[in-house]
């Protein structure tokens, strides 16, 4: 019998092995890879199948500043030991409005927690950002150092072979139950086998609830969330050098710069909620979803909204859709907490910012599961069950 096992391969799960292994002996991964095709797969799937997330300390809330710093602070420490490269310092830039209270929440919590930061004003931005349009009345704040993107792709892949050069056994499967046995838990995987353990951390994202692995009654809302990517041919990326990561603050749209993707080319990707995105509230919609293209409706608002704020992308003539689910819980933040009378402990709910802290949310869940004292200076309770 393993004593800990983690019950999902994403960005907090695997975190949350890789800190295990450092903490204790007898963990247990189970998660499938990524599919190759997505059109034939039957299986779950997962949001981090892509390249880029934001990573940044500046938050309009202490708690996710906190926990992206320590995170981020720990990334070249990865990158080292894994040999697996997934963090670009490309910088983030918060395109404010006077009707958004974003910037100076975030430039307050961001300062608090070491940031380097600076405020921009609109001419400022225009200056250093020529790409860049914006509103007479806009005010940047730009976080430099701490700031830029990740790979999600690769930052879980580099947190899995830790993991495994820790001593974690790994189980390529889909968990499909979890059952009571005696001194622990029976997870028994699609492929047919069976894993137990003494405890379990459920961390599967947005199948966390759908999967059946933690009860009903847990509160975690699913939406589907269509992103728009621009193709940049190469005579292009010289107009967007120096682009860093950004959030509109007005339109709450996170915008990633070029990224290099596996086919080849680079996109600059744009995702943003809107009051047409689908609650996915059970697998077969996940599923659906997963293997769609998104709402039409969001990718031309989406794509007129870029051309806007990126006037070069006028020249812009090969745009894709992708999809991915955000998890949101009542507290707005993860919840790490126990589903049970104390063996099964869950892990989910990103809401929509969960990359960039997630290895210290993995670290919190491993502490939590192996019922080490609690060490932040936030409530415990904001990530407890409601």
Request: aromatic share 8%; proline share 5%; charged share 25%.
């Amino acid at each position: 019998m393993f004593k800990i096992a983690v019950i999902g391969r994403g960005l907090i799960g695997s975190a949350a092995a890789r800190h295990l292994t450092e903490m204790t002996d007898g963990v247990v991964v189970i998660g499938p890879d990524e599919p190759l095709d997505r059109a034939t797969h039957n299986g779950v799937f997962a949001s981090h199948y892509d390249e880029g997330r934001m990573a940044r300390v500046v938050d309009p809330l202490v708690e996710w500043s906190i926990t992206a710093k320590r995170s981020i602070s720990r990334f070249g420490d990865l990158e080292q030991r894994s040999g697996i490269s997934f963090f670009t310092p490309a910088g983030f830039l918060a395109v404010g409005h006077p009707s958004t209270p974003y910037n100076d929440n975030a430039a307050k919590t961001g300062s608090a927690n070491g940031a380097k930061l600076a405020r921009l004003t609109a001419a400022q931005m225009r200056t250093q950002f020529p790409f860049l349009h914006v509103c007479d009345d806009a005010d940047g704040l730009f976080e430099t150092e701490t700031a830029g993107h990740i790979s999600p792709r690769s930052l879980v892949k580099a947190q899995t072979a830790l993991a495994e050069k820790g001593g974690a056994t790994l189980v390529k499967d889909v968990a499909k139950s979890i059952a009571p046995v005696s001194g622990g838990l029976e997870i028994a995987t699609r492929g047919g086998s069976t894993v137990t353990a003494e405890k379990a951390i459920v961390s599967a994202g947005a199948f966390t609830k759908a999967s059946g692995l933690v009860p009903e009654s847990v509160n975690l809302q699913v939406y589907g969330r269509t992103v728009v990517l621009a193709r940049i041919e190469d005579t292009m990326l010289k107009n967007f050098k120096g682009m860093p990561t950004m959030i509109h603050c007005e339109t709450g749209s996170y915008i990633l710069p070029p990224i290099a993707y596996p086919d080849g080319w680079h996109y600059l990707k744009l995702g943003c909620g809107s009051d047409q995105d689908e609650d996915l509230d059970s697998s077969d919609k996940l599923d659906r979803w997963f293997k769609g293209k998104g709402s039409e409706s969001n990718r031309q608002d989406f794509i007129s909204f870029m051309k806007s704020m990126f006037p070069p992308l006028k020249d812009c003539t090969d745009w894709l859709t992708d999809t991915c689910a955000t998890t949101y819980t009542p507290n707005n933040f993860p919840i790490i907490d126990y589903v049970d009378d104390g063996r099964i402990l869950m892990a989910a709910g990103g809401c929509g910012k969960g990359a960039k802290g997630s290895d210290e949310w993995g670290r919190i869940a491993a502490r939590t599961v192996l019922d080490l004292n609690w060490e932040h200076s936030f409530d415990r309770e904001k990530l407890m069950l409601s």
